[in-house]
């Protein structure tokens, strides 16, 4: 249960205005045990086998506030700080509110206007129905993220709006600036820039969600120059260093569906995902996924997934290590339990198989400690955990 602080100064204050202000503290504290065979990268000797420390969610705290200003209008805020608690540092490359830090107005007639470092329309409304963010966490991720369902970067200097819930229906668009001045031939501007939109529909025990993003010059080494103040930065490399070299473009365009029936729901995902390179190559993966979860008891949850990755790597930096010839494929089996020793604290186990084929070299489960891939085509990653929200 999330504790709501009521400001102090709010209970002196005289005016009703203050009486509706609050601020609320959040988080979630993530820890266990993880094996994972296969482990040493194809171009050294032979894998190792791993235990080490690590969580399917990273450890964060945050604040959320809100300021009633009258007709249905209200000031808000969101800083979220992300923490490895095996070694107290921060997380999101060393950033004090690197999950999320944002402020704007919500309206219950006009929509909801936010600005500063935020999440595309992916996370928002599709990622939600894949099993990563249900129960599997990052280690279940699509191979790579390469759809970013995970969160492995948020959007800077973001501007974005989300038009007020209507009969289940909500919709939003965003763009993140590139920070940059033109330089002369309108290449500044564009260089690491981004633009983002959805929707989601929701009825009974039935949803659906939609969502693109596009981002433009997002790393280092385009030929408009490095742009480390655009609108993603250094977690971009979580996905660029996995598969791919120096992305001019990447665009994700997607879509799901969920429906639940008693203690159970089931879902499929679909992401196709497009990269464009300097050297002129492409390559594109397309990411199926069904999945499904049931709750034994109140207490007691199980869910399983499948995920089939096609890719096709056009050469060039599109194939970097992993693959050596064009087409390729990568299939993963996602299994979690979950048991509720409170409506705060639950232990869960989570395990992930993950095989590559045709022309690729390594399976890479992703998020499991750092590790670059897999020694083999094969990789199977086993978890178990503690995690406390409060």
């Not at 506030?65 to 095996?86: K, M, P, V, Y």
């Not at 935020?118 to 993220?145: I, R």
């Not at 879509?255 to 089931?266: D, E, H, K, L, V």
């Not at 992401?271 to 993966?285: K, P």
């Amino acid at each position: 249960m999330k504790r709501t602080i009521m400001l102090a100064w709010a209970s002196l204050a005289a005016t009703p205005a203050f009486a509706q202000s609050s601020v609320t503290l959040y988080g979630i504290v993530d820890d266990g045990i993880v094996y994972v065979n296969h482990s040493a990268p194809r171009a050294t000797a032979q894998g190792q086998k791993v235990f080490q420390m690590g969580s399917a969610n990273e450890s964060r705290w945050g604040l959320t506030g809100r300021e009633d200003l009258g007709g249905g209008l209200r000031a808000i805020f969101t800083l979220e700080n992300g923490f490895n608690i095996n070694n107290g540092t921060m997380g999101s490359g060393g950033r004090l509110f690197g999950r999320q830090a944002y402020v704007g107005l919500d309206s219950t007639r006009f929509g909801q206007l936010t600005l500063g470092r935020q999440y595309d329309f992916g996370v928002l409304y599709v990622g939600p129905m894949a099993s990563s963010k249900q129960w599997a966490g990052g280690y279940g991720a699509h191979v790579g993220d390469s759809d970013n369902f995970y969160n492995s970067f948020r959007l800077n200097n973001s501007v974005k709006y989300a038009m007020p819930a209507w009969h289940g229906l909500e919709a939003g668009a965003g763009y993140a600036f590139s920070n940059q001045a033109s330089d002369g031939a309108g290449g500044g501007f564009a260089n690491n820039r981004a633009y983002t939109f959805g929707a989601r529909y929701g009825a009974g025990p039935f949803a659906v969600a939609a969502s693109y993003l596009q981002l433009n010059h997002p790393v280092a080494g385009n030929t408009g120059g490095s742009n480390t103040g655009g609108a993603v930065a250094g977690d971009y490399s979580n996905i660029r260093n996995i598969f791919y070299g120096n992305v001019a473009r990447q665009r994700v365009a997607a879509g799901g569906a969920t429906y639940a029936f008693g203690p159970a729901s089931a879902g499929f995902v679909y992401s196709w995902v497009g990269f464009d390179y300097n050297d002129s190559t492409a390559s594109h993966l397309s990411n199926y996924e069904i999945n499904a979860k049931y709750n034994i008891t109140s207490a007691l949850l199980v869910g399983a997934a499948f995920i089939y990755t096609d890719g096709h790597m056009g050469g060039g930096q599109s194939r970097g290590s992993f693959a050596t010839g064009d087409d390729t494929n990568w299939k993963q089996v996602n299994l979690g339990l979950d048991y509720a020793l409170s409506k705060r604290t639950e232990l869960y186990t989570i395990a992930v198989w993950q095989r590559a084929g045709g022309d690729a070299r390594q399976a890479a489960i992703f998020n499991s400690g750092g590790l670059s891939g897999s020694s083999s085509r094969d990789q199977i990653l086993v978890a178990a955990g503690l995690r406390a929200k409060f």
